[in-house]
C-alpha cells in the first residue's frame, strides 16, 4: 500500500506522453515547476506570519466575562431551568 513503484511511475508516463505529446510535456513540466515554487513561497510567507503573531504579546486578546449567569453557582442554574410543578 506504500506509493507509486517504477512500473506505476513508468505507465503514468507513458499515458502522459501519449496524451500530450512529446512537445508539450516539457512545457507542461515547466509550468508545474512554476507553480510548486509559488506555492512553497506562499506556504514560506503563512508560516512566518503565523511565527510574528505567536511572539506578539496576547495581552490585548483578553476575553472578560461579565453579567448574573457567569456569577451564580451551578446548582442555582440547574434550580433556575427546572419546569414548574
Same mark, same amino acid.
Given at each position: 500500500?506504500?506509493?507509486?513503484?517504477? @512500473?506505476? +511511475?513508468l505507465?503514468?508516463?507513458?499515458?502522459?506522453?501519449l496524451? +500530450?505529446? $512529446?512537445?508539450k510535456l516539457?512545457?507542461?513540466g515547466? !509550468? +508545474?515547476?512554476r @507553480? *510548486?515554487?509559488?506555492f512553497?513561497?506562499? @506556504?514560506?510567507? *503563512?508560516? &512566518?506570519?503565523d511565527?510574528?503573531q505567536a511572539?506578539?504579546p &496576547? %495581552? %490585548?486578546?483578553?476575553?472578560?466575562?461579565s453579567g448574573?449567569?457567569g456569577?451564580?453557582?451551578?446548582a %442555582?442554574? !440547574?434550580?433556575?431551568r427546572?419546569l $414548574?410543578?
Amino acid at each position: 500500500m506504500g506509493g507509486i513503484g517504477a @512500473t506505476g +511511475f513508468l505507465l503514468l508516463a507513458v499515458i502522459a506522453l501519449l496524451l +500530450f505529446g $512529446p512537445n508539450k510535456l516539457p512545457e507542461l513540466g515547466r !509550468a +508545474f515547476g512554476r @507553480t *510548486l515554487k509559488e506555492f512553497k513561497a506562499g @506556504t514560506r510567507e *503563512l508560516m &512566518a506570519e503565523d511565527d510574528d503573531q505567536a511572539k506578539r504579546p &496576547a %495581552s %490585548s486578546s483578553r476575553i472578560e466575562v461579565s453579567g448574573s449567569e457567569g456569577a451564580q453557582p451551578e446548582a %442555582s442554574r !440547574a434550580e433556575a431551568r427546572r419546569l $414548574p410543578e
